[in-house]
């Protein structure tokens, strides 16, 4: 079962590029039923950002580093990560 819970995080290196009034926070609730997360908007609206959240508090969790966020986070153990390097859309 996937239980993914991000109450008000944000990409990590977001804290020391811009002052933290000016982060944009996001709260992801995706429960083990989800199979399919669609993410639409205009560009420059945060869409890679948000997926590169996603994967990076994953990544975090399994090695222990602490994620921005309040409440309990809750991310999964996951075995294996595949990474498609060379995305010339870079924060």
Known sequence: DLTVSLQ??????LWWAMPVTHIIRNSIDL?????????????????TVFLKTI?????CARTGFLFPGTDRLMVPFIEKFFVDLGDAQSI
């Open 31 to 47: 429960s083990g039923k989800t199979h399919t997360l669609l993410i639409t908007g205009p560009n420059t609206g945060g869409k």
């Open 8 to 13: 008000s995080t944000a990409h990590p290196l």
């Open 55 to 59: 994967g990076l508090s994953m990544i």
